[in-house]
């Protein structure tokens, strides 16, 4: 049997794959799609168990602009065809998976991807510098750039539970709700997928407990999509509402098969600080001990030893550089969810967020493997109205800075004379920085958030930051960075509630304008003259008088002395 050569070679026709595919082919790039099942997206055919996605498809948003609307539809991949959305396909705010399955094979369907199907690679090698990619039929694929989009490949089994066999694995589940009817259950895991299983469980279980590892990060307190959503957190509302189901965090050390059937963890609380410290050494017995500690995100076993990637955390993520390269195998790349590997900060393990970051890296092969410059746009001459009109559009309509906050970014270097300048969008923020003419002056444009600066809730955030020191601005808000030779300065803006920077606060925009400061920052840093177009913005900040200073600081005297003290 012949092989067959292909310059990429896509791994996986999931939602990675496909978009991938998508951009190859718009570019008119040699490459093949190589899927083990019969259809794209196959995941979804079956995960998550429960069928309700938690990425948002939010249709209605009031403003036009079909760029800004993508920042509220979670699920539809990048293409010319603005009718191949999942918003045309559902009208639910958290769509059932059978419908993003269907989206997903539609959009291979559509694009006339060139997809193979039932064809499972039984190992990936390397010969002299072409990757050499063997299925299981005999058949062997070659190609220059590997692109690995798998997705989850496996779920976790934790190694140091000993006896965790005995336990159900989160995809083997029974679905019946009578199977466990008056049933005494235990969830290992602290995600998504532990929570959404217990909450399924909870109207017939006779108690639930769901052992976490570690403390539970709430979405809304991290703002990263891959922590816990509320769509989620029913079971914490029913524990402390002491309905018998709870959310426990022992240290689980053996799970033990009694004679009747039954299982027995055996595991320990720790109090350092009591006194004297010590343990609790306990037990307890379930019907049922469901596993959902998470999946892996790359399969050590396909690859030959002379090429096996690196990988972190128990080898369930790749080691990947700042375009998502294997650090050890060069022209290796991981895409889709495995994306997250360099970003569990924002939305890289989600569509919404690697449908970004896959355009970029399109963008970055084409320059790496085609000699094609990085796409980019050209000023011949600094046109203060033009910069400006373009600066508050990106910021306000971005859907990939949205997203992919403090990771991806844009990218502006100015001449040495700083009359003309080229912009370069929506690059990974460490290829930038690695990258960059440090000779040159440059401009790097994210959105961020600030809730790092504060030790308090988010929650506790219920209107906008100081509006006088934006520096700690915690909802998201622009940021804008200037590099010249060795040194490093930052612009913040106020946040907006609405993400829009265009317009007065009353239609969407931020409480105040900051651009007269950021006009005198861009003049110190850049050496420019640039004129402030509006000097006389509306700024409806009010002073205090004294007197409501001093009826301040006494009710937050009266605050403190009531305050409930700790234990000791």
């Known amino acids: 049997m012949n092989s067959i050569y292909k310059k990429y070679i896509v791994i996986g026709a999931g939602p990675g794959g496909l978009q991938m595919g998508y951009f190859l082919k718009s570019n008119k790039m040699d490459y093949v799609i190589l899927e083990k099942g019969q259809s794209s997206g196959a995941f979804f055919k079956k995960f998550p168990i429960h069928r309700k996605l938690i990425s948002i498809n939010k249709k209605n948003n009031f403003f036009q602009e079909d760029e800004f609307n993508m920042r509220h539809d979670w699920n539809s991949l990048l293409s010319h065809d603005k009718n191949l959305r999942l918003t045309k396909y559902s009208d639910e705010l958290f769509p059932h998976a059978d419908v993003l399955y269907k989206y997903l094979n539609d959009f291979g369907t559509q694009h006339k991807l060139n997809i193979k199907f039932s064809s499972e690679v039984e190992q990936v090698k390397k010969n002299n510098e072409l990757f050499e990619v063997k299925l299981t039929d005999g058949q062997i694929y070659t190609c220059s750039v590997l692109l690995m989009g798998t997705g989850a490949v496996s779920e976790v089994s934790p190694s140091e539970i000993e006896g965790i066999e005995h336990t159900t694995p989160y995809s083997k589940q029974s679905l019946n709700l009578e199977h466990y009817k008056n049933k005494r259950i235990a969830v290992l895991g602290g995600g998504n997928s532990a929570f959404e299983t217990a909450d399924y469980l909870s109207s017939v279980a006779a108690f639930v407990h769901v052992l976490i590892k570690h403390p539970v990060k709430m979405a809304w307190e991290t703002h990263f999509v891959g922590d816990l959503r509320a769509v989620n957190n029913n079971i914490f509302d029913l524990y402390q509402l002491k309905s018998l189901h709870a959310v426990l965090r022992p240290k689980v050390k053996k799970i033990e098969k009694l004679p009747n059937g039954t299982l027995r963890t055996n595991h320990t609380y720790d109090y350092p600080d009591s006194n004297p410290p010590g343990s609790l050494e306990l037990t307890r017995e379930y019907d049922e001990i469901i596993n959902c500690t998470g999946f ?143 000779n040159k002056h440059t401009l790097m444009l994210t959105l961020e958030f600030g809730f790092k600066h504060f030790d308090k809730s988010s929650l506790t955030f219920l209107g ?61 840093k850049l050496e420019l003259n640039i004129t402030n177009l509006n000097p006389n913005a509306a700024n409806p900040y009010r002073e205090w008088s004294q007197e409501e200073i001093d009826q301040y600081k006494k009710e937050k005297l009266e605050l403190m002395s009531n305050s409930k003290k700790t234990c000791r």
């Open 296 to 438: 892996n995100w790359i399969n050590l076993k396909m690859f030959d030893d002379s090429i096996k990637p690196e990988a972190k955390q128990n080898s369930k993520y790749p080691l990947l550089n700042e375009t998502w390269e294997s650090v050890n195998v060069p022209h290796l790349y991981f895409i889709g969810g495995s994306m997250q590997a360099i970003d569990r900060t924002s939305a890289s393990g989600f569509i919404h967020g690697f449908r970004y970051n896959i355009r970029s890296l399109a963008n970055i092969l084409l320059h790496k493997f085609e000699n094609r410059d990085l796409e980019n746009i050209k000023f011949s001459n600094f046109d203060e109205k033009v910069f400006f009109k373009n600066l508050y559009e990106r910021f306000t309509l971005s859907a990939a800075l949205f997203q992919l906050y403090g990771f991806l970014g844009d990218k502006i270097e100015f001449s040495d004379d700083r009359k003309s300048y080229t912009v370069s969008q929506e690059l990974p923020v460490g290829f930038i920085e690695k990258t960059k003419d440090k």
């Open 464 to 524: 906008p930051s100081d509006p006088n020191d934006t520096n700690c601005a915690a909802f998201l808000h622009p940021v804008i960075r200037h590099f010249y030779k060795d040194k490093v300065s930052e612009f913040h803006f106020g946040d907006s509630l609405l993400g829009r920077w265009d317009s007065p606060h009353e239609s969407g925009g931020a409480v105040m304008s900051y651009h007269s400061k950021l006009i005198d920052w861009l003049n110190e």
